[in-house]
């Protein structure tokens, strides 16, 4: 039966209900572990999960609608309803989530002066499509159909981001239009009620404390019906260049025990955080370009790999005391593996290389990630410096981490972060080589800063001289593109950015943690799956790796190192590093 929003809470199958939920994001938790995350939701106490749905993945080109692998939002929700479990389904088209993009596909950026998360009809057509092509697949699960499904949001948080109530009515009337026949909802932090809401549309709240004072709120702006913490922050996420961050599970446990006792419904953000695998992470920029790390772990009940941690025993207690709890047992760690070291033997210059890996385009200036087709990874861009001797290099924008070469020799970095837009070097002949290598480190995720090209965005000069003659190569570095690169073994490595291989073999596969000491900053792959990205700076000092990327007896590992490394070894560890914590 569906969810029934009446004027004293929810009902579910003609009988009072409360939603106690957690946030579990199939798209960052490798696909053969879904159905163990979801038994220990479930045996915390759980009868709900939720989860976004991240728009650039399902659609990478615009007309594509994919549900493979990672991305089977069916199964997942099948393997709910083998649980037990109902779900929140968030399918944005915005979902910040600390995504890139905020989930907003990076095509819809090669329009010209685009106005996201508005009624700008280039926008909402791309919506309509969007919601046509999930809700094509999502329908046979809703509740309607005896599905697990029970509620979508409506956007995200856009109480704080926007206040245009017919942009939120428009997307209602898509999902509507669709076949979404399950109670709507939208969710924002108190401040931002008013203006994220829709009339008819059940409002739910954001916060992590203080919770009589966000439901009083709620209450203000929604006089009867169910009060719901839509997002109950009981951890947090962390961003490159900052200490981990941590919550205590007796304060998070205290909190969460004072929400509960109000009667209201409850979706803990996160259950398990997960892993922003590839180059998926987002970035924050509030005046300031911030990048967020690899890791999702989020000091969440489950840990990164899946293993329970203080808050889920302390919430299961509390859970318990206002709702049925599973009599079985918490499940234990699972064991991890400790492979040791792992020489990589083999290089690969990527810049030496870098035709194997697609052709290049011309222009008469650099052409941003979002003109090249491209989402994710590197741009490699190249031309030629009219004369020799000293030379100040000025770029208007570097999106988001370039680095300069000339004739094959490193020059310099810019970073977006440190707002920095020269360069100063020596050109050592008319007519050298001037290469960027310009990495996308995650589109901002939240605010107006969502419209966020990359690349080399405007005009680069030298010396006061604009550049012309341009050759932008994509260079999205998903794992079969490293297919067509040669490795060789080679010493010393060479100058600039390399891709280093070795093998190790594995008797039992078993999730582990892959250190890299030596390393700068690059990014890793085992067996073609990529990890994520890794920097010296932290704080995670080790990546995840999931059991079901391993495989019984040989196993590839490649790194990419941007810079320089100590060394060519990196190692399999049955410890997580997630770096210091604030004091």
């Known amino acids: 039966m569906p969810l029934e929003i009446a004027a004293d809470g929810f009902r579910l199958d003609n009988r009072p209900f409360r939603i106690i939920s957690g946030g579990l994001h199939y798209f960052r938790v490798h696909p053969e572990q879904w159905a163990d995350r979801l038994r220990k939701a479930r045996l915390m106490g759980l009868n709900t999960v939720e989860t976004y749905v991240p728009w650039n993945l399902h659609a990478p080109r615009r007309g594509e609608f994919r549900l493979d692998a990672g991305l089977d939002l069916p199964r997942f929700l099948d393997l709910c309803a083998a649980e037990n479990l109902h779900v929140l389904l968030r399918p944005g088209p915005y979902i910040c989530a600390e995504w890139d ?64 109530t017919a942009y939120l009515a428009e997307l209602a009337a898509l999902l509507r239009r669709h076949g979404a026949d399950t109670p709507l909802f939208t969710s924002d932090q108190p401040a931002d009620l008013a203006r994220g809401g829709l009339d008819g549309v059940l409002r739910t709240a954001n916060f992590g404390s203080r919770a009589e004072a966000g439901l009083a709120e709620l209450r203000t702006h929604q006089p009867e019906g169910p009060l719901m913490c839509a997002e109950f922050w009981i951890g947090w996420f962390d961003r490159w260049g900052s200490a981990h961050v941590t919550r205590s599970a007796h304060e998070a446990a205290d909190e969460l025990d004072r929400l509960l006792a109000t009667g209201a419904s409850v979706n803990l953000y996160m259950f398990h955080g997960g892993t922003n695998f590839g180059f998926t992470n987002g970035a924050n920029d509030k005046g300031a370009y911030r990048p967020t790390a690899t890791s999702y772990d989020y000091d969440a009940p489950l840990d990164e790999a899946g293993d329970p941690g203080p ?27 400790a492979a040791g070291s792992v020489h990589l033997t083999h290089t690969a210059s990527l810049l030496e290389q870098a035709d194997a890996l697609g052709p290049a385009v011309a222009a008469d200036r650099p ?159 085992i067996n073609g799956f990529a990890l994520g990205r890794y920097w010296s700076r932290g704080p995670q000092r080790t990546l995840y790796v999931p059991a079901p990327v391993l495989r019984p007896g040989r196993n590839e590992v490649t790194v990419l190192e941007l810079h320089a490394a100590a060394g060519r070894t990196v190692e399999l560890t049955d410890r997580a590093d997630l770096g210091p914590t604030e004091e």
């Open 101 to 164: 993009g905020g989930g907003l596909p990076a095509w819809l950026l090669a329009e010209d002066g685009i106005a996201l998360r508005s009624r700008d009809p280039r926008f909402l057509a791309a919506v309509d499509e969007y919601l046509g092509a999930l809700l094509t697949a999502v329908e046979p699960h809703l509740a309607g159909k005896g599905g697990p499904v029970i509620a979508m949001q409506l956007e995200n948080e856009y109480g704080a981001y926007g206040d245009d």
């Open 367 to 525: 052409l941003t990630m979002e003109q090249l087709g491209q989402s994710f990874g590197f741009v490699l861009y190249r031309t030629e410096l009219p004369s020799p001797g000293p030379c100040v290099l000025h770029v208007e924008q570097a999106r988001d981490r370039a680095q300069f070469f000339v004739d094959g020799q490193p020059v310099g970095v810019l970073e977006r972060e440190n707002r920095e837009h020269a360069l100063a070097f020596t050109v050592p002949r008319a007519g050298a080589r001037l290469e960027v290598l310009v990495e996308n480190q995650g589109r901002v995720n939240y605010g107006p800063g969502i419209h966020d090209r990359k690349g080399l965005l405007g005009e680069i000069s030298a010396n006061g001289k604009v550049l012309r003659d341009w050759y932008s190569r994509p260079l999205p570095l998903e794992g079969p593109d490293l297919d067509a690169l040669e490795f060789t073994s080679v010493a010393p490595p060479p100058v600039g950015p390399a891709l280093h291989r070795g093998w190790v073999e594995i008797d039992r596969p078993a999730d582990t943690f892959l250190v890299l000491g030596g390393f700068t900053k690059g990014h890793a792959w």
């Open 311 to 337: 808050k889920y025993a302390a919430f299961r207690e509390v859970i318990a005391r206002h709702a049925p709890v599973p009599a079985t047992p918490p499940p234990s760690p699972q064991p991890k593996l």
